[in-house]
């Protein structure tokens, strides 16, 4: 009997192990929110602005 003990601890980590495996391989889920991506737009403009305006430092 305390070999089938030694013998599940391995076995239920593996089978923890590929139940994270799954989950973390999973494909990301696309948000959608419009609202949101347009800030980033926006962001990414004034970002740009910044560095190619070309002020002396």
Known sequence: M???A???IPVAAALAA???A???ARTPRATGDP???A???RFRAA???ST???GDR
């Open 52 to 54: 190619t305006s070309g």
């Open 39 to 41: 800030e980033h737009e």
């Open 22 to 24: 799954g989950w973390a």
């Open 47 to 49: 970002m740009e602005r």
């Open 6 to 8: 030694w013998l599940i």
């Open 18 to 20: 590929m139940v994270w």
């Open 35 to 37: 609202a949101s991506l």
């Open 2 to 4: 305390a070999a089938l």
